[in-house]
């Protein structure tokens, strides 16, 4: 059993769409990540949260950390087919451990 | 710019043979990492690295070997490949300090068929 459980696996919108990732755990982290990981190519951070209820924005992208640090959302606003890709979430308790991922795919 | 470089990228083997993946980072990193991808499994981490000279085990070791003699490089060996280690292998690496905030650097993968 994954620490970190992401939903959904897979996502499959349209251009101009909103989307929402989940990253869900029973456990405490100090710290979550999400990456982004393209075909062919390794992850790539796109943000880190620490506080709890901790809100970041990155252009469309918006993440949030829940107020008890066992979960965090993602939500992509008027997705584009730019961000289509696997997202990942990572959280640190005493080590790193990824959640299985989301596939997103941005149909034009 | 070549931050984290794996080599091979790709590679089939059969049963039994014996391999090497080769990972390099030119950002003076101290930790390296190992991990697998698997459908719907996520990364796991395989061995990591605190520096030059140690290795130390992660969630799914067995079967695989590691080494780091330099600071820059990081290999990993299967001695007797099976096919249940078909995956595709990341290497990553990041600055020391605390893990909370740090930011993993990956290659671009190495992607391995075990027959």
């Known amino acids: 059993t994954q620490l970190l459980e992401q939903s959904p696996q897979f996502l499959s919108i349209q251009e101009g769409e909103n989307l929402t990732v989940y990253c869900n755990s029973s456990s405490v982290f100090s710290s979550l990540q999400w990456y982004r990981q393209e075909p062919g190519e390794g992850p790539v951070l796109l943000v880190t949260?620490?506080?709890?209820?901790e809100v970041k924005k990155l252009k469309r992208l918006t993440f949030q950390f829940g107020d008890a640090r066992k979960d965090s959302s993602l939500h992509i606003t008027a997705a584009q087919p730019g961000d289509t890709g696997l997202y990942l979430c990572?959280?640190?308790?005493?080590?790193?451990?990824f959640g299985a991922g989301t596939t997103v795919t941005v149909r034009a | 710019n070549a931050g984290v470089t794996q080599t091979p990228k790709f590679r089939v083997l059969k049963t039994g043979q014996s391999m090497t993946l080769l990972c390099a980072q030119d950002?003076?990193?101290?930790?390296m990492y190992w991990y697998r991808q698997d459908p719907g499994m996520g990364l796991r981490l395989i061995h990591y690295s605190v520096g030059e000279g140690t290795t130390a085990k992660g969630e799914v070791p067995d079967g695989y070997n590691v080494s780091r003699l330099k600071k820059q490089n990081f290999l990993l060996g299967l001695e007797s490949a099976a096919p249940s280690q078909t995956s595709v292998y990341f290497c990553?690496?990041?600055?020391?300090?605390?893990?909370?905030?740090?930011?993993?650097?990956f290659g671009e993968g190495s992607r391995l068929t075990v027959l």
């Open positions: 990572a959280g640190v308790r005493y080590k790193l451990s």
């Open positions: 950002m003076n990193h101290e930790y």
């Open positions: 949260v620490v506080t709890g209820g």
């Open positions: 990553a690496s990041r600055q020391t300090g605390a893990p909370d905030t740090g930011e993993l650097f």
